[in-house]
Every structure is written in C-alpha cells, then in structure tokens.
C-alpha cells in the first residue's frame, strides 16, 4: 500500500497522549478522519494532528477510506465500532479489554477470520523487548506443566476509579471522562477492567493458558462505584490453579511505574516476570537458571508495539502480532467469569463451546 490512512473511533485522553503520537512518528500514516463527542475537543484533536475530518458520528469514520481504525472509545461500544470497521475494510487496533461482553469478543475473533482484516489488541508489554524475552524463553526451556500461577498488580487508579482525579500519562488537556471508567455499563467494571486486563493479556500470553474457573472478591473505597480492589481464585483450564491480587494504589506511588509480577510453578521449574523489577527469571532442578540481562525501565509500560505492528500489517508486512483478537477474548472471558463470581457470591465456571 502506497500510505496508511488513519481513523481514530473515540480520541479521548490516553488516544491523545500515546496512540496518536506513536501513529505520528510514522511518515506513510495519513490522519484521515477522527470521531468522538464534543465539538470543542473534536476541533483541537483535529487540528493538534492534522485531521482531515472530523466529526461526533462514528459511522463517518468508516466512510473516510481509512485502512486501518483505532478504536479507543469506551470499552462497552468497542465491539459495534470494531466489527464495523473491519466489515468496512479496515485493521484494527482496540484498546483493552476489547469488549465487556466475552460472546462479542469471541465474535471479533470471528469477524476478523471472514473479513480477512488484522486486529491488534494494546495490550504494550507483549510488544515490548523485555516480553518478548519472556515468552521466549518460556517455549525454549520452559518449566513442564504449569501447576500454580501467581499475579499480583498495582497501578496508580485510586484517583481515576473513584472520580477524584486522573492518571499519571492522561493528557494534559483532556481529562479522561469519569463515565468512560466508572460507568459500568460502558467500563464493564473498575480495576479488573482497567488494569486486569493488562495482567491477563500478558500472563495468558506467556504462560499460553486460558482461564476455566474463578471466585472473586471485590471491594470499593472512597464511594467509588467500581471495584478499586480484587482478590480471586482461579482454575485452568490446563488443570493449574492460580491467584490473582490487583490494587488502586496513588498516584505518585513506586514513581507511577506499574508493580506486576507473574509467578509460575511447574513440575519442571520455577518462572517470574516482574516488570516493575525489570526482571525475567527461569529455574529447574537439573541445574538450569536464567536470570535475563535486562537494562534499567526495560519493564516501564508504552503502547508503541501495538501501534507498530498495525501499521506493519496494513502496509501489507508479515509481522508477527503479539496481542491478537484471539488472546484479547480470552483475556474477556477471565474477566466475565470473575465479575459474575462477585454478582453471584459463588464460584463459577466456563460453559464449555467450541472455542
């Protein structure tokens, strides 16, 4: 393809700071057609990247001829305009967690296979060269059959998810929308949608699993409508066992670097990946120990792969994608399991399909 013409479905803070700057540093990417609600916010993001068009209806996005179509609206209206534009012809990149619905997330995975369109999950840490290392030496060495798995996370939301301020990278002037996160009909949820979501598309990506069980706990401080804590037990669907822990710490907490560790237990050996430590590690008892060198900030969070790779693949390149549909409905369907668990105050399990 001679360029890459750009449609933005939703340019609200985090599009603004990260995904269209990144788009920006590539000199094929032609900024097309932009859509979200408000005019006077509508008018600067069209005029701050060079828009060609603008407008609050989404649909005019679609008929702009972009090829390929951020969508970074709320997580709730990601599966209509994602099907939309790849029923349009376009690639997609979609934001996390790519719907709040696990059916309309497995039905992306569908739509993408009839339209013959890529669809990139933001999922930024499986892109990364730290990542990449991990799962590597995840299928070089490995260690046997996962037995227990371990995730802890915490991310400066305390302020976003209870409506008293915003994130540490939100753009300057664009204040994220309280509704967008704590609605919970467009967010599905608090800090499992916000940032589980995150642990999942990376542990589910490294340790190759997908979840088949889960009892949660969940609770809300500071009269957020949303969970700002969770604690929840999960099964395997390869017969482990795991836990998960994520918190809303402050903002200004651990220099606003993401704390998140995946421990894995094997008959084989022992796994970690701490990207707040920089720190990938590989044990087995036949004398095998791998402690990759990593340099300083090499687990420090971007979303430059995903935007990256879209473009790669648009241009017609064979890059590897590393957050495909496919891991971001499994990553869905974890968490549709664990916030029915909370509904239900009961564990509960996957029904089985063809997926």
């Not at 995840?138 to 994130?167: C, H, K, W």
């Not at 999942?200 to 969940?218: E, K, N, P, T, Y």
Request: with cysteine.
């Amino acid at each position: 393809m001679s360029s890459v013409k750009l449609g933005v479905i939703g340019a609200g803070s985090w599009a603004i700071s990260s995904h269209m700057p990144n788009f920006a540093k590539h000199e094929d990417v032609e900024f097309v057609a932009v859509a979200r609600h408000g005019q006077e916010a509508l008018t600067r993001v069209k005029e701050n990247f060079g828009f060609q068009h603008a407008s609050e209806d989404y649909r005019d996005v679609l008929d702009s001829g972009a090829n390929v179509v951020l969508v970074s609206s709320p997580s709730g209206l990601h599966y209509e305009h994602a099907k939309a534009a790849m029923e349009a012809g376009a690639n997609v990149l979609i934001e996390k967690p790519v719907t709040i619905d696990a059916s309309q997330a497995w039905d992306l995975v569908e739509v993408a296979e009839r339209t013959g369109r890529h669809i990139t999950c933001a999922f930024g840490w499986n892109f990364s060269p730290m990542l990449k290392r991990a799962k590597q030496l995840m299928m070089d060495i490995g260690i046997g059959q996962i037995e227990a798995v371990s995730i802890v996370m915490a991310s400066q939301t305390r302020e976003l998810l209870s409506n008293t301020g915003a994130y540490p990278e939100a753009d300057k002037d664009t204040v994220p929308e309280n509704r967008t996160w704590t609605d919970p009909k467009l967010s599905g949820g608090g800090y499992g949608q916000a940032q589980l979501s995150h642990a999942f598309g990376m542990s589910l990506w490294l340790l190759d699993q997908r979840v088949q069980g889960a009892f949660a706990l969940m609770k809300s401080v500071m009269g957020a409508p949303v969970d700002m804590h969770d604690a929840i037990s999960l099964k395997y669907a390869d017969d482990s066992i795991g836990t998960v822990f994520g918190a809303s710490s402050h903002v200004g907490a651990a220099n606003n670097r993401h704390q998140l560790v995946i421990a894995a237990y094997g008959d084989e050996g022992q796994y970690r990946c701490d990207v707040e430590r920089d720190q990938v590690w590989l044990y087995r008892p036949d004398g095998t120990e791998v402690d990759v060198d990593l340099p300083p900030d090499a687990g420090h969070y971007d979303c430059i792969g995903p935007v990256d790779t879209i473009v790669e693949l648009t241009r017609g390149n064979d890059v590897p994608n590393d957050a495909p549909i496919e891991l971001g409905a499994r990553t869905v369907e974890a968490l549709e399991l664990i916030y029915a668990s909370v509904r239900e105050n009961r564990w509960i399990e996957r029904v089985d399909s063809d997926r």
